[in-house]
């Protein structure tokens, strides 16, 4: 089994979701608020 991938501290949930705003491109903010729920608890599966 893998080992689980530390999340930067540098980034929060918000900060990832106002990312996801202002980006262009639909894969990369569908990337970044996956994220943001990863950030706030939810399950990375």
Same mark, same amino acid.
């Given at each position: 089994?893998? %080992?689980a991938v530390d999340l930067r %501290? &540098?980034?929060d949930?918000?900060?990832l979701r106002r990312r996801a705003r202002t980006s262009? &491109?639909?894969?990369q903010s569908r990337l970044l608020l996956a994220l943001a729920a990863i950030y706030e608890g939810e399950s990375r599966s």
């Open positions: 089994m893998s %080992e %501290e &540098d980034f949930a918000d900060a262009r &491109d639909a894969g």
